[in-house]
């Protein structure tokens, strides 16, 4: 009897202190778990705040998307003085982080490039990755709006002639487009590179009440560098594959089934053809013959084209000049 209640106890010991083990491999098992986790999640924070950041070659190749004629020892500088949004003389690692994200949006960039000019808005602020521009009060270049529910009855050509009817007086339409040509002009091979705008569309741009020009949605604004390794890599079967935002186009290598990186047509170019019934229309008689010349010459305008360099300033100063001397004596100048 004695002896089995001896058996009993030391059975009761050897599981309790069995269960004891189990309980201490598990708690010290998922202490383990536990630090291996928080050590793992720390060490992955830290490496992805460093890789958020560019570094060295890496982030000069970044940047090399403003194109190789791009002066970037002032647009590191320029880049620099937006970052620093405090205005303490410091870059803080919230404050680089934030800029660096927001550089990656063509509108932003763009801002930042063009922030001294007046035909886009400034760039006033950021936080995180929310910006702020000023607010530019504008009238769309034709001024009729109507319900969707009509759009959709209304067919192209009428449509068209409705919004001939809606626009201002023509020495205003032609202030409008001079300013048009003056922001080409800007992006076109500028100190920050080239700049390619991928929609020509009248809702892209607005007007003050000065009739001063204003590119109301950067977003298809794109840095020329960048849009070549875009295309390069876009796999096409025909021309018609190779576009990028609504009208910025290449041809497409049937062979290689890859897009061309050449743009088929410079922004002069598509400028022109987008707005010249809305120059056309209501100039003075003796000046149609030469505008609708020159027009048509600017829309000839091709990308490969050897000294295109050349012919570009030609018929963009030749159009300014046109068009100076018409309204230069009026008062909506």
Not at 150 to 178: C, H, V, Y
Not at 309 to 333: F, G
């Amino acid at each position: 009897m004695a002896r089995g209640l001896f058996s009993r106890a030391w059975m009761s010991k050897i599981y309790h202190f069995q269960a004891r083990l189990s309980y201490i491999r598990v708690k010290y098992l998922f202490l383990t778990w536990l630090a291996v986790f928080v050590g793992s999640w720390v060490v992955y924070v830290q490496y992805s705040t460093y890789t958020e950041l560019c570094r060295g070659r890496e982030c000069k190749s970044i940047i090399a998307k403003v194109g190789e004629q791009a002066n970037l020892s002032s647009l590191v500088s320029l880049i620099l003085s937006v970052a620093d949004s405090n205005k303490d003389g410091h870059i803080s690692l919230p404050e680089a982080k934030s800029a660096w994200a927001l550089l990656q949006l063509n509108e932003v960039l763009l801002a930042v490039v063009l922030q001294d000019r007046e035909h886009t808005p400034r760039l006033l602020g950021f936080c995180g990755d929310l910006y702020v521009v000023e607010r530019v009060p504008h009238t769309p270049l034709y001024g009729l709006s109507l319900p969707w529910p009509m759009e959709l009855w209304i067919p192209t050509g009428m449509r068209r002639n409705m919004d001939q009817w809606f626009t201002p007086s023509w020495p205003r339409k032609a202030k409008i487009f001079i300013g048009l040509l003056e922001l080409i002009e800007d992006i076109f091979h500028g100190t920050f590179g080239s700049f390619l705008m991928c929609d020509m569309r009248a809702s892209t741009f607005g007007y003050t009440d000065r009739h001063d020009l204003r590119l109301v949605d950067g977003r298809r604004v794109v840095a020329e560098e960048a849009f070549k390794q875009a295309m390069i890599l876009q796999r096409c079967e025909d021309d018609e594959d190779c576009v990028y935002g609504v009208d910025c186009r290449t041809s497409c290598d049937r062979a290689e089934h890859r897009c061309m990186a050449k743009v088929a047509q410079p922004n002069l170019a598509r400028a022109c053809g987008a707005l010249k019934d809305y120059l056309l229309r209501g100039a003075p008689v003796h000046l149609q013959e030469e505008l609708e010349k020159q027009l048509y010459a600017c829309m000839a305008l091709k990308g490969s084209a050897e000294q295109m360099e050349m012919e570009h300033s030609l018929i963009l100063n030749n159009l300014k000049t046109l068009l100076w001397k018409q309204i230069s004596h009026t008062n909506d100048s």
